[in-house]
């Protein structure tokens, strides 16, 4: 039988993000400052933010959000943008990461919609669910999740079992009818099974649990579970 919720990871799963850098993040918001009493450059920022990352790593069991990061960074100067913390977040992370769809990914999604099988994402990642939300409607051609969620909103990173725990309360499906899909065996696998959702290990084969290479082959087992 198939599941009725299926969740997924982001990164490495439904999409591969192309990281440019910090720099180029920053650089993408230095038109929005209005107020800079320091004459703050370039290099300045990025000193800054090398003192914020210095530190953030130290406490790897909970998610740092990107909005924490450019407030530090901006506020180490004084400097006053004529954005918001949301706007902010959105033009760093555009310029600082682009993003591409895995391979057969859309045609696996719009499978899962024609059989009303609901998905979601829980994702571990320093930005707003919002960001990644609106980030994923470009990136899947306006594709549209149940709901988005990333440990920026809610403090705990996977393999943390009460991010599965939230999305099955959000979903009102139980873990039996659940998979989780994603390409960590430490955080994807291994959160998802502490709460009794079949997981799906994704881009390597494994014997420990179900696995697939591509979504290609993911979609034809469905199929035959019809």
């Not at 299926?6 to 990164?11: K, L, P, V």
């Not at 993000?17 to 230095?30: P, Q, S």
């Not at 859309?106 to 024609?114: R, T």
Request: net charge negative; with cysteine; charged share 20%.
């Amino acid at each position: 039988m198939q599941p009725k919720l299926i969740t997924f990871d982001y990164g490495g799963t439904l999409c591969q993000e192309i990281y440019h850098g910090d720099r180029a993040g920053l650089k993408a918001l230095l038109p929005h400052i209005i107020q800079n009493p320091q004459k703050t450059s370039l290099d300045d920022l990025m000193h800054a933010a090398a003192r914020f990352h210095a530190t953030s790593g130290l406490h790897t069991d909970f998610e740092t959000m990107s909005i924490q990061y450019l407030k530090y960074v901006f506020d180490y100067y004084n400097i006053q943008l004529d954005v918001d913390e949301a706007q902010a977040e959105q033009i760093f992370y555009k310029a600082a990461i682009s993003v591409e769809k895995m391979p057969d990914i859309l045609l696996l999604l719009e499978y899962l919609q024609q059989q009303q099988i609901k998905t979601a994402v829980i994702s571990n990642l320093p930005l707003r669910s919002k960001t990644l939300e609106q980030r994923l409607k470009e990136c899947l051609d306006g594709f549209e999740f149940e709901f988005v969620m990333t440990s920026a909103d809610y403090h705990y990173k996977k393999p943390a079992s009460n991010l599965f725990e939230l999305a099955l309360h959000r979903a009102e499906v139980c873990a039996e009818e659940t998979w989780h899909c994603g390409d960590s065996y430490e955080c994807d696998v291994l959160g998802a099974r502490s709460v009794g959702i079949t997981p799906i290990l994704y881009g390597e084969a494994d014997t420990d649990c179900m696995s697939f290479q591509t979504w290609g082959q993911m979609l034809t087992t469905l199929k035959t579970m019809e």
